[in-house]
């Protein structure tokens, strides 16, 4: 068995798995809180400590594992091993040696990937994009992130910057989004802006469940209770999936139209709604995309769920030391 660990930095946790990259199984996995206030040093001190519990938990030792690939919610310097700008972390790790500090704890080499792309892999290798020569990935959830891969190979462009598909301007004169630009894709379609609307039709009073769900605690809407409410047949709910699944439409027929992949899956938590996202998507597509044969092209819900990231990450790193 060749064994890799996958590890995701995530604002809220980390997760460590070891992966089994023959067969693409997370054998085991743990998580413990990030903790991203106490500062880069304390975060990889504990994700150094994870790391070996992962190992140790298999009853595997250093020697049994090949290296390991981490998922980093943010813009990275691949060949450096370094965080340059990690938006969602406290003072957003500008040159933090992220790869050589890891390296140097558990004595293996260490790779790093931004977290969408290793979603991208993770479904690509072993989920819902496999088989197919080119895909896009979608992941839509506080931010929207995304990846391509390209006739069989994952598509880093600069220093692994290619493939921001969230930010994408779907609206010039759009709201501006977390990056800076205006109208971009993750400023209509990402959980917050799908929350945003939630909130906005209770404080209008607007007849929807969606308040009653939540004790009209308008804080704890979130794109799983305006699901719930669609589910139960509220038509504001299902508006909100209409218009978000409308606004991830046009953006996958832009990359229909530039990038002609097989498939295009569609992760994270909002997708979790699943046609209620995606039937709307689909007929966007079809309403748009006219230079290209959109019936060789399918759009799929991811697969994978959590794991896609720690077997993405893991796959990553074995690619890189020419394993896979
Ligand atoms: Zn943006």
Known sequence: MKAFVGVDLGGTNLRAGIVDIERGIVL??????????????????????????????????????????????????????????????????????????????????????????????????????????????FTIGTG???????????????????????????????PVCGCGNRGCLEAFASGPAMAGLGIKAVIQGLTTSIGKLVDYDLNRITPEVICEAARQGDSIAKDIYVQAGTYIGIAVANILTTVGPRKVVIGGGVAAAGDLL??????????????????????????????????????WAAHNLDQV
């Open 144 to 174: 929207i992130g995304g990846g391509l891969v390209i006739n069989r190979k994952l598509h880093l462009g600069i220093g692994g910057t290619g493939g921001e598909l969230g930010h994408q301007t779907i609206d010039f004169n759009g």
């Open 278 to 315: 995606l039937e709307p998507l689909r007929r966007t597509v079809h309403e748009r995309v006219h230079v290209m044969p959109i019936d060789q092209t399918e759009i799929v819900q991811a697969s994978l769920g959590l794991n896609a990231g720690l077997l993405g990450s893991a796959m």
């Open 28 to 137: 085991t996995s743990d998580t413990v809180p990030t903790l991203a206030r106490e500062g880069p040093e304390a975060v990889m001190r504990r994700m150094g400590d994870l790391v070996k519990a992962a190992i140790a938990s298999c009853r595997l030792g250093v020697e049994d594992i090949g290296g390991v690939g981490i998922g980093v919610p943010g813009v990275l310097d691949l060949d450096k091993g370094l965080t340059l700008f990690l938006p969602n972390l406290p003072g957003t790790w500008p040159n933090v040696p992220l790869g050589s500090t890891i390296s140097e704890k558990v004595d293996l080499p260490v790779f790093l990937l931004n977290d969408a792309r290793s979603i991208t892999y993770g479904e690509w290798m072993f989920g819902a994009g496999r088989g197919v020569d080119t895909m896009a990935c």
